[in-house]
């Protein structure tokens, strides 16, 4: 018999790095970052500036003077794809003293708190959506319309899709119903992002750009469909049975191009560090993201759902890799 030779780990090099991973994402946001600095002009880019900006400086600091790290983090990647996903979720007259107190939440809290890059429980950038909801749920729900593009502050403002649907839901009869879905854009509108009279978010406004990050994304292998599939797919079958069952809710493609859901399934519930490992676990993550959605959006406080749906499954993450558990290496599938 020959001798079996064991050698030390690790036994097969990858080419996959943290910030070839994290600038992979960055590039896959570059079509919705374009789109909506077309739509929103100045202010656009004075919020993702400040937001981007913040976080990496608020990365930097905590690293050198509070965690006395010797390796700062700054250049991988991490904290520039936090601030972009930031800047997403905020309308596009925000002030900037509160962007940057939502970068501090984001970073400081969200991330560094748990130890940094890999050890954070929620996504850091939802983590600074959230605390500025609570904070300043006034300016944090107030969506200018787009084409003003060198207004900033004093930008005009309007109902976003969202916020009619709900309101639809709310009056419980048909006929006033359909008095607020009438105003909303149709879908091809929706989907193309030509909805001028409120937007919403920055990086939410067009699902065609955000989709074609998830290509990107699924080409270079930097994702799987689980997260992004399970969860559209829930929410549109979802928002189809409650369509036909009473009209009074919105129809599926109107629901799933409209508000944060293409953002939040490609882009955030899809975070490395905060959703689970395996195919199957990443599909029960999503169908419950999918539903918490639905239930948020149509019978919650908050016309938007996807953000807290996704934070509540963040939480949930270590049970389902503790339910779903990956098959040990060398194990023969029954």
Not at 6 to 30: C, F, R
């Amino acid at each position: 018999m020959g001798k079996l030779i064991v050698s030390l780990s690790p036994h097969a090099h990858g080419t996959d790095t943290v910030e070839k991973n994290m600038y992979g994402v960055i590039i896959a946001l570059m079509p919705a970052l374009l789109v909506s600095f077309y739509f929103f002009g100045i202010g656009s880019a004075i919020v993702c500036a400040t937001s981007v900006a913040a976080c990496v400086f608020f990365e930097w600091a905590i690293n050198k003077f509070m965690l006395k790290n010797e390796r700062n983090t700054i250049c991988d990647g991490s904290a520039i794809l936090t601030g972009l996903l930031l800047g997403f979720n905020l309308p596009s007259n925000l002030p900037i003293w509160i962007i940057i107190i939502g970068a501090l939440f984001a970073i400081g809290v969200g991330k560094m708190t748990y130890g940094g890059l890999g050890n954070n429980l929620f996504n850091p950038a939802l983590v600074g959506r959230a605390a500025l909801l609570v904070a300043f749920p006034a300016q944090m729900t107030t969506w200018p319309k787009i084409g003003q593009h060198w207004a900033y502050l004093d930008a005009e403002t309007g109902a976003t899709p969202l916020s009619l649907m709900q309101q639809a839901i709310k009056t419980g009869d048909i006929n006033k119903a359909q008095e607020y879905l009438d105003q909303i854009p149709s879908a091809l509108d929706l989907f193309l992002g030509n909805h001028p009279d409120g937007a919403g978010a920055m990086g939410e406004i067009c699902a065609f750009a955000l989709l074609l990050g998830l290509a990107y994304m699924l080409w270079k292998k930097i994702i799987t469909w689980h997260i992004p599939v399970s969860i559209i797919g829930t929410v549109f079958i979802l928002a189809a049975i409650m369509h036909v069952a009473n009209p009074i809710y919105a129809d599926p493609f109107s629901v799933i191009f409209s508000g944060g859901l293409m953002l939040g399934a490609i882009f955030m519930a899809t975070d490395y560090v905060t959703s689970p490992m395996t195919g199957k676990g990443q599909l029960i993550y999503g169908v419950a993201i999918g539903v918490l959605t639905v239930v948020i959006r149509n019978w919650g406080a908050y016309p938007e759902g996807m953000s807290f749906a996704i934070l509540i499954m963040n939480a949930f993450t270590p049970l389902i890799n503790n339910y779903v558990k990956p098959k040990r290496f060398g194990e023969v599938a029954k």
